[in-house]
């Protein structure tokens, strides 16, 4: 199947780190951007962060800059979010989603509008 799969997530206190993967199962991540999204208990999907399909360009969300960090492995066909000093209200299912680029993202970076595929969701809990 075309799609990617998150994994990574768990429990963590406050205070604490834990880093996603994103792999792409029947796709080359190098032709795609990639989001990374969540969604706490009883609220919207908020994006956390995105990154180009080259790897050199990334935008944050306010709450995820200076803490997270999204990296790209074209190598390894694998997109992570390093998250440092997470709180509880981080927690949340955390999403990948896949975005197929058709030019070479030249003139700037902007978060995708559209994703073609979604990954299925990790759990990350933060708590005491």
């Known amino acids: 199947q075309l799609q990617v799969v998150e994994s990574g997530g768990g429990l963590v206190q406050p205070g604490g780190s834990l880093r996603l993967s994103c792999v792409g199962s029947?796709?080359?991540?190098?032709?795609?951007?990639i989001g990374w999204f969540r969604r706490a208990p009883g609220k919207s999907r908020e994006e956390v962060t995105c990154i180009s399909a080259s790897g050199e360009k990334t935008n944050y969300a306010d709450f995820a800059q200076g803490r997270f960090t999204v990296s790209k492995d074209n190598a390894k066909n694998t997109v992570y979010l390093q998250m440092n000093s997470l709180k509880p209200e981080d927690t949340g299912v955390y999403y990948c989603?896949?975005?197929?680029?058709?030019?070479?993202?030249?003139?700037?970076?902007?978060?995708?509008?559209?994703?073609?595929?979604w990954g299925q969701g990790t759990q990350v809990t933060v708590s005491s």
């Open positions: 029947g796709i080359t991540l190098q032709h795609y951007a």
């Open positions: 989603a896949a975005d197929r680029i058709l030019t070479d993202e030249s003139g700037g970076f902007l978060c995708p509008s559209f994703y073609d595929y």
